[in-house]
């Protein structure tokens, strides 16, 4: 016990000191008042979140993602066991607002007999991306669910480069996010080129859009579309700042900025001021680069959205798709009043502006995708029914390659390696292990988004009408979406010419499932 005698006086000596250091600090009165007891509380606030998300919290607690989704996820991203035991643990009959699928029982589509954990399925938009306005690059993405913008700066390059291999890998789309095109970008994935207000990567020595360096860009690159970001669900109507500290060489030269200088996204664009210009932005990006361009936006006030619609229809300029992101959807760092507060959640944005464009008839002329957390199949259903045609994934592609929903991604710490350009963290980020992760998320989703439309009876989720999801009211009330909504018969779905497309491309793939033969009363 000789070593007690001295440890134990060198333990008194060090929380003396700790207490003496608590009294004269100025900083923290709590600790000020009452030293070392005061410290207490701020451990306890630090271990708050991991101890509810570890111990504390239920399946379905948690936000933004709950324990069972991210395991869903998980388990899918590692091709594991996704399937849940003994049934449904969420309180659906108390739960007002919790949507339905409603299944059918003679349908045309023959819903698998097996479905297994590794069996793909090929699920191409519905609609022509650019046909309708005969862009020169106009293309059928071959998959309907895209990887969301995410920019190199708030993602590592680690993650961008597990998130791109990946969306090679399973065949979709990758946004680069309003942070520029990247040499993590090039790892084979094809792209959503994001032009944000500071137009990073294109943009000349003093800040301004350059369309000569975006068309070398767009020329050096798979680049196969562009959005115009307007606002994101998370913090509409605000530019960003990446710090001068985390301005590194890499990020600097993707941007076209200069190094160890605090970068700054203004919350404008200086190339239009209203829908008008927009408009004509358009027109000249996709004269210039023959590719299909859009827009996403948060939504808020409608005025914007009409404007854009009648403009549309009166002058025949027009964007090629529409990305509506909900207010509850993602961010590397916001306010916390425009994460909570600011921007209608997707499932009520997206049926105020889908309306707009259908009461115009140029619905079936606009490509729609949705984002706000619908990478969950339940959730994307919905947003399928609504009228979108893709699905942008962004939190939950994070999931999949690593991340543990710590919420430091503000903080250049994130545990994880994902959303931190610490070289230490981003280290443990395999991307190569991690791309397969992301691919067999992204197929997975795929898969379950297939199985449900082939249990409502279609042959694809772009074909799940509105009366196939109703909305539970509680105990004893649903309603159908298209009710919901005030949605107009045919509503929600592609043109009869894309109907009948897509049923013959997906006819091709052989039937999985089926009954067993037909008894000898059966085939009498
Ligand atoms: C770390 C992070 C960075 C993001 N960066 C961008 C961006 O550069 N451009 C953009 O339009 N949206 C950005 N977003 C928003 C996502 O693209 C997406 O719209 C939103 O997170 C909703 O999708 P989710 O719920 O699947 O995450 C970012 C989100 C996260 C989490
Ligand atoms: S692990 Fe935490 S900090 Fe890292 S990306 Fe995920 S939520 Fe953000």
Known sequence: MRWARHAVPAAVAALAALAARDLLQ?????????????????????????????????????????????????????????????????????????????????????????????HEVRLPSAKVLGAARRRTHAFRPESVVTISGMSFGSLSGSAVEALNRGAAIAGCLHNTGEGGLSPYHRHG?????????????????????????????????????????????????????????????????????????????????????????????????????????????????????????????????????????????????????????????FQQGFARIYPIFAERDLHEQVVFIGSGKLGLPDNAVVAFALGCDMVAVGREAMLAIGCIQAQKCHTDTCPTGVATQNAWLTRGLDPASKSVRAAHYIKTLRRDLMKVAEACGVEHPGLIDTDAVEILGGRTTATPLREVYGYRPGWGLPSAADREAVVQLMSTEAPQGGSAPPSRTAQR
Not at 44 to 56: A, D, H, M, N
Not at 58 to 85: C, I, L, M
Not at 285 to 290: I, K, P
């Open 189 to 345: 994935g094809e792209l959503i080129l994001q032009l944000g207000t500071a137009y990073f990567g294109c943009r000349d020595d003093r800040g301004r859009f350059d369309l000569a360096r975006l068309k070398d860009v767009v020329a050096g690159a798979p680049v196969r579309a562009l959005e115009i970001k307007l606002s994101q669900g998370a913090k509409p109507s605000l530019g960003g700042l990446l710090p001068a500290a985390k301005v590194s060489a890499e990020i600097a030269a993707t941007r076209g900025i200069p190094v160890g200088r605090d970068c700054v996204s203004p919350s404008r664009h200086a190339e239009f001021s209203d829908c008008d210009s927009l408009l004509d932005w358009v027109e000249l990006l996709a004269t210039e680069t023959g590719l299909p361009v859009g827009v996403k936006s948060a939504v808020g006030d409608l005025g914007f959205w009409t404007e854009l619609a009648d403009l549309m229809r009166d002058t025949g300029r027009g964007v090629d798709f529409v990305t509506i992101d909900g207010g509850e959807g993602g961010t590397g760092a916001a306010p916390l009043i425009f994460t909570d507060s600011v921007s209608l959640p």
């Open 26 to 118: 100025r900083e923290h009165a709590l600790k000020r008042n009452f030293p070392l007891l005061g410290r207490a509380r701020y451990l306890l606030e630090s271990l708050g979140p991991k101890l509810r998300q570890y111990i504390v919290a239920g399946n379905n607690e948690e936000r933004p993602f709950t324990r069972d989704q991210r395991r869903w996820v998980y388990a899918s991203a590692k091709r594991q066991n996704n399937y849940f035991g003994f049934g449904t643990d969420n309180d659906l009959e108390y739960t007002p607002g919790y949507p339905i699928i409603m299944h059918r029982t003679f349908g045309r589509a023959v819903p698998p007999s097996t479905p297994t954990i590794g």
